[in-house]
């Protein structure tokens, strides 16, 4: 069973970049695609962008020059940098496996403030 | 971009009482490969999404019988028979036949 789990930083200040890391146990990253998800407080799901067990990403176009996703497979684990960060980046941030279509398994998120 | 677009937002339901929820898409998730790409998540207070039903109407394991999924093309509906006290929280429909992944804004289930 795949388990996840999000780490980085709980305030970054605004301009700044905020990263996040998700560690994966229970199988190896380089076979499936992986996702990012947020969600601003009281507010609905947003989908970020993905990367595949090739490497390729894929990003929502709203967030397309401001995020960088990648993998480390040495490490069995999956990044998100969101440059210029501003107050409305302030999110739970989730990570989840995509497998059979769907995003199959969700770490348990990580809230992240955007403030100085 | 695909809009997924949900309806109703909030839903107050008596317990052992039915409660439905629709899901509209902008363009039709039917693929090529005949499967549609329409899923329903469950966000319970303080936890991570989990999924309810891939697929339109194919429920995961372990979730109960009374959830049930329905619907095709653009059109899509979850229905729970019989609510119970555990089903409380947001209900979100989410594509993924097409990038940029989308789901819709959530409707909130609340027991009466």
């Known amino acids: 069973q795949f388990q996840l789990e999000e780490s980085g930083p709980g305030l970054v200040k605004p301009s700044e970049t905020l990263s996040l890391t998700c560690s994966v146990s229970?199988?190896?990253?380089?076979?499936?695609?992986w996702s990012w998800i947020r969600q601003p407080p009281g507010k609905g799901l947003e989908w970020i962008g993905q990367?595949?067990?090739?490497?390729?990403?894929n990003y929502t176009p709203s967030l397309k020059s401001r995020v960088t996703i990648s993998m480390d497979t040495s490490k069995n684990r999956f990044s998100l940098k969101l440059s210029s960060a501003t107050a409305a980046d302030t999110a739970m941030y989730y990570c989840?496996?995509?497998?059979?279509?769907?995003?199959?398994?969700w770490g348990p998120g990580m809230f992240v403030i955007v403030s100085s | 971009d695909i809009v997924m677009t949900q309806t109703p937002l909030s839903l107050s339901v008596t317990p052992g009482q039915p409660a439905s929820i629709s899901c509209k898409s902008s363009?039709?998730?039917?693929?090529?490969?005949?499967?549609?790409?329409l899923f329903w998540y469950l966000q319970k207070p303080g936890q991570s999404p989990q999924l309810l039903i891939y697929?339109?109407?194919n429920r995961f394991s372990g979730v109960p019988n009374r959830f049930s999924g329905s619907g095709s093309g653009t059109d899509f509906t979850l229905k729970i028979s019989r609510v119970e006290a555990e089903d409380v929280g947001f209900y979100y429909c989410?594509?993924?036949?097409?990038?940029?992944?989308?789901f819709g804004q959530g409707t909130k289930l609340e027991i009466k």
């Open positions: 990367i595949s067990d090739s490497g390729s990403t």
């Open positions: 697929e339109v109407s």
């Open positions: 229970g199988g190896s990253i380089s076979h499936y695609h």
């Open positions: 989840a496996r995509f497998a059979f279509g769907v995003l199959l398994y």
């Open positions: 989410m594509q993924t036949i097409e990038l940029p992944y989308s």
């Open positions: 363009q039709s998730l039917l693929q090529s490969d005949g499967k549609t790409y």
